[in-house]
């Protein structure tokens, strides 16, 4: 089960990071992040996410306690990942917000269920390595958004968000 959910924790993360790391590159394609305005527009597409994952997390988590929790993993990853690749897509910063706000959305479902799960696959001693390998993915992902801001100088910020959406997907 950790097996299967590792690479779905470092997704989840990865793909929220990527858009932090590629503040320059996101920057130069919307005029409502540049000049005076472009900062403090630029801090609400980073705090949507924020602030609906923290309202949905509850949520999520009591939905996940009445639902069959694997397909709710499959479906918030399928849902999360066609956003990424959805913000690959856009032309302008308003679809940016309400998709950074839908991946908040739909990676809140995430962690509750997929938590969840490994406690009802690790009972006692292997519980705590169980989540620690677990863990271990989610800060993977942080450290390898860091790629998106590479990806997105050298490339772009579109290729990064659609190759970690198709991937997602797949």
Request: aromatic share 12%.
């Amino acid at each position: 089960m950790v097996g299967l959910l590792f690479p779905v924790a470092l997704l989840n993360y990865l793909d929220r990071q990527m858009l932090a790391t590629m503040g320059i590159s996101i920057k130069a394609d919307f005029a409502e992040l540049q000049g005076a305005a472009g900062a403090e527009n630029f801090g609400r597409l980073m705090s949507i996410f924020m602030w609906i994952y923290a309202f949905c997390s509850p949520v999520s988590g009591v939905i996940a306690d009445r639902v069959n929790r694997k397909w709710l993993i499959v479906f918030s990853l399928a849902v999360w990942s066609a956003v990424t690749l959805a913000m690959g897509q856009v032309h302008d910063y308003q679809t940016l917000y309400w998709l950074r706000a839908a991946m908040g959305v739909s990676e809140a479902f995430y962690i509750p269920a997929g938590l969840s799960l490994i406690a009802d696959c690790h009972r006692g001693a292997t519980r705590s390595l169980a989540v620690g390998i677990h863990m271990s993915g989610i800060y993977l992902g942080q450290a390898l958004g860091g790629l998106g801001g590479w990806v997105a100088q050298d490339i772009s910020w579109r290729t990064a968000f659609g190759s970690c959406g198709v991937i997602g997907v797949a």
